[in-house]
């Protein structure tokens, strides 16, 4: 079996890493996978929907903790890593939004991946970590997709104490943007999907473009970024048809 299913559904793209057995565990070439299937996503879809087989969503990287074969000098382990860092940028880059749905364990780079999605449904039996620091490895990957979602103490706290926290502190810190009862889990991620497919493909765009620029920017820029963005998006054809 692959280790990543998708499934076109209408304007949906299903992706769902399926190694149920290792906790979806993954190895590069599968987050090199997943990396290119989220940036082509936008070519026959509105929007993603990613989850794992099973009980868990992803137990981190399969060779975690496991060293090259040879020591890399530093811009060699630079391009070792690169598989891990382009796949979070795939995710922030891609023009549609992406969905995580988190059941069971989200642990290291699971967990950089709940954060970097733009929306991520949770399991009220859900659970995430960062271990890097544990198996002595500095987690600047996992940091990196935290770092214009999780505030700075809580990131601190996540990666030096290695603690497993529930979902509740997971939407506290960002991580989260919704906590459903498991048995509800499904049903919740269909009517989220549903609201965004009523918008036109160009709102859909256009929202995923202002949130990942605006905040960023000083106040002025981003109101005048939102005028612009307001005036261009809603100038097209599509968003003047009736509903």
Do not use: W
């Not at 399969?62 to 070792?80: I, K, S």
């Not at 991946?113 to 490895?137: G, K, R, W, Y």
Request: charged letters at 20%; hydrophobic letters at 45%.
């Amino acid at each position: 079996m692959p280790d990543i299913l998708t499934q076109q559904d209408g304007p949906i793209l299903r992706v769902t890493l399926n190694r149920p057995d290792h906790g979806n565990a993954v190895f590069d070439e599968t987050v090199a996978n997943l990396a290119g299937i989220v940036a082509g996503a936008e070519k026959t879809s509105s929007l993603v929907v990613l989850r794992g087989a099973g009980k868990d969503f992803c137990v981190g990287r399969a060779a975690m903790g496991q060293r090259p074969p040879t020591e890399p000098d530093a811009y060699e382990r630079r391009a070792f890593s690169d598989v891990v860092f382009n796949c979070y940028g795939a995710m922030r880059d891609a023009k549609i939004p992406i969905i995580a749905v988190v059941q069971g364990r989200a642990l290291g780079f699971g967990c950089a991946v709940a954060a970097a999605c733009d929306i991520t449904l949770a399991s009220d039996a859900a659970v995430f970590q960062v271990p890097e620091m544990a198996h002595n490895i500095l987690p600047t990957m996992v940091m990196s997709s935290f770092v214009d979602r999780v505030p700075r103490k809580a990131m601190s706290y996540l990666v030096y104490s290695q603690a497993e926290i529930g979902p509740e502190r997971a939407l506290s810190f960002g991580i989260v943007s919704d906590i459903v009862p498991a048995a509800k889990l499904d049903a919740a991620v269909e009517t989220l999907c549903a609201a965004i497919l009523k918008a036109p493909k160009p709102a859909i765009y256009g929202v995923k473009e202002y949130v990942k620029t605006g905040p960023d920017m000083a106040v002025h820029g981003a109101v005048e970024f939102a005028r612009n963005l307001h005036a261009t998006v809603n100038s097209a054809g599509e968003m003047r048809k009736k509903h």
